[in-house]
Structure formats: C-alpha cells, structure tokens
C-alpha cells in the first residue's frame, strides 16, 4: 500500500502490479491487507499474553482471514483519495504466490484478538496520512 499511497501524492508516476495470470478473480495476486491500528492491537495482545506466561514463546498469524486483489485494493484507494492511481502490469515475480490470506483463529481463541477495520477505512486512514505527509517524516518540523 505505500508505493500505491506515493502513487495518489505524485512522488511516484505509476503503480507496478506484479502478474495478471493468477487463478483468482480478476488475475491480479490476493492479499489479507490489515489496518496497522488492528496490527499494533494484536500486538499488543501478543506481549500481554507472554507476560502472562511462564516462560517459552507463542507464535500467531495476525489477519483479517479475507483476500483483495492488488486491483481491489488500488480501487478502493482511488476511492478513498478521489485520486486516480496509474498502473502498469508487470510479470510475476519468482516466488509470489497467487494468494496469501492470514488464518489468525489462534490469535483470536488465545487472546480474543480480530481486526475490526476493513478496506475502506484502512485506504481512507493511509490516505488522510500520506496526504498529511507527502514524503513521509521527512518533512515534519524539526524541534
């Protein structure tokens, strides 16, 4: 989503989407897209649940369980910015794979952790952000 949200401020000229032959909806790779409030919540409920612990480590998945295309996501980024997003398609790159989709059923039976924000508010979230901060930090006023 960053390269897309530098797409929508003019600091990139196009979006590469990499790979249009995949077995999913519109061709375009799946991905469980997550808003970084519900990653930093999870988060959280991860490093409660150790120090809860005695000893050892736990590993989760943290996701929302649902895929978007990179095509979704660009959509309801330009819907969120008002902004159209230009794109290219490239080939695939070696390795990805058509879907990745987080199973986070562990996360959610060990500590009650889900996501609780969708695409819509997670593009309109980046893009209140990005446009806030067109070049990141950067800019920010030095103290």
């Not at 959280?44 to 736990?58: D, N, P, R, T, V």
């Not at 008002?82 to 070696?94: F, T």
């Amino acid at each position: 989503m960053p390269f897309v949200q530098q797409v929508a401020v003019g600091r990139r000229e196009c979006l590469s989407v990499f790979g249009n032959d995949y077995n999913t909806p519109d061709g375009a790779g799946v991905r469980d897209y997550i808003h970084v409030d519900d990653l930093a919540e999870g988060h959280i409920c991860a490093l409660k649940k150790i120090l809860s612990m005695e000893g050892g480590c736990i590993t989760h998945n943290l996701g929302s369980g649902h895929g978007f295309s990179v095509l979704d996501m660009l959509k309801a980024f330009e819907e969120a910015s008002g902004k159209p997003i230009p794109y290219k398609m490239g080939d695939r790159r070696p390795g990805d794979l058509a879907t990745v989709i987080a199973n986070a059923a562990k996360a959610k039976a060990d500590f009650g952790w889900e996501t609780k924000r969708g695409l819509e508010e997670m593009c309109k979230s980046a893009w209140n952000w990005q446009s806030k901060n067109p070049y990141g930090y950067e800019d920010a006023p030095k103290d």
